[in-house]
């Protein structure tokens, strides 16, 4: 059996990962791979696939699936192509979109047509629905486990209810630097995305400054890396966790910050680890886990497995039915146990604000701030604008650039456009815009017209 999925922004991958920790109680053989790593050409000879799908942009199919999905509409494939294959597809949309879930509808579709035999009828997750997209993929597990009339067995890698992703070892080794703001990664964050360090050249306020919602322009010198980019494109950021955070926390388990840990990861689905070991325990929790995530409902249910109070217990189970957070003291697991469950620290996706050509060399984004009082009333920051928020000129962050969906008309083209970009909803056609005039050094002439329209809901730029 093999799970196959597609992600935009890493929702997918962590449900993903759900799916493989819920089969493993039952079966030994389930294959995880991104669409992207999959060869297509080996789909016909599969047994079952599962699919987990995301809908982005104005409902399209995600960038880094195309290739599969030229090789699903390829005109020779035969109608019986895929008669062995037995199949189930998750979507994951939002029902606020025209086009809910329009990626997962068009493979289900096409799957049918080349003769794959649905295991289940698609179901699609809905951000918009209460339970969230992890109620619709829970229920979905349960049908499937059914269809596919599956035993319970106990095997590893699950153990009670815990799935080890990584073994974590004390090390005795020293570490080059303990410092938590030093970046120390690998070279690739997927065997698809290669990300590269670029340099904070300035990072400038774009509001005034007693406005209540902060928005910054942060500049990078992408000189030395081998980054292309096209308006409309989007740049991945990875952030770090701030050593205020990191401290807390380290200090609330009772752990030592500077233990030195050697980190394997223990199958294909563990995320990849951010940063080279051995490391120090504060260095793996600023790159690796967001402190600030919006836990799942399984990380109630698997911290619950470490609450030595009852009645902590009882309260983590509760929360793992319904939606919850509370600041649970005495349930404290062992750092290996603790980072299983610890949400991974994903890169976040920011339009590009700068022109490929006017800014050659260089990588603009516009950034809002995300700060909020959570319902207990705590302040809480986004993780990665707090952490654009706090770079300084001559940082160094870790990047990568993939196309967007936003598709602008050629410069030369002098068909009349209209763009509206409220907030920094503005960043690509700034891009596109800046890039028209370093081309014809002119923007609006009598035969080409380009209007923008953009609004600011705190106050003006
Ligand atoms: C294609 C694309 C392009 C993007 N381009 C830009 C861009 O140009 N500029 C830009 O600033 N952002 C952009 N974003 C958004 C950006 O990727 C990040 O999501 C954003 O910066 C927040 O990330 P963060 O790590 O700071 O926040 P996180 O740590 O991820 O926190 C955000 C989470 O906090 C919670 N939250 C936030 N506000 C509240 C609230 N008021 N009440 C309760 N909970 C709340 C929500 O759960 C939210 O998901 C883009 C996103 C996409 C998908
Ligand atoms: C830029 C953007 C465009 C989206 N477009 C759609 C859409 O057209 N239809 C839909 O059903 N959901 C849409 N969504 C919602 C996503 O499918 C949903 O948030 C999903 O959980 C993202 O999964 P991922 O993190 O694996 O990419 C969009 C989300 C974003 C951020």
Redesign the pocket.
Known sequence: MRLLYA???????ELSQLVAEHFAKYISHLKVLELCDYDQTQLPLEDIVLFII??????EV?SDMRNFWRFLLLKNLPAHSLSQVQYAVFG????S??????AARKLDKRLQHLGARPLLPIKLGD?QERNG?EGALQDWLVQLTDKLQLEEVRMNPSTDGVFYYYRVKESLQSVKSTSIDKWNAGECCSSQQFFWEAKVISNQLLVEEDCEHEVRQISLNIENSSITYKPGDVVYIYPKNSVAEVGKLIKMMGYNPKQVLEVERLNDIAPVLNLSCPCTLESLVASQFDLYALPRRTFFRKLAKFAKDSEERDRLLYFSTSEGADDFRHCRPCIEDLIQFLPPLRPRPFSIASSPTYHSGTLQVCVSIVKYQDCFGFWRQGVCSSFLKRSKCGDVIPVFVKRGSLKFPQVTDKKPCIMIGPGTGVAPFRSYLWECFAHHRYIVTQDSCRILFFGFAHCIF
């Not at 995301?54 to 409902?59: A, E, P, R, V, Y």
């Not at 979109?97 to 329009?102: E, G, K, V």
């Open positions: 992600t935009e922004t890493g929702t997918a991958a995301s809908t982005t942009g104005d409902g995600y994951l949309g939002d029902s979109y025209l086009r809910f879930n329009a951000e997209l």
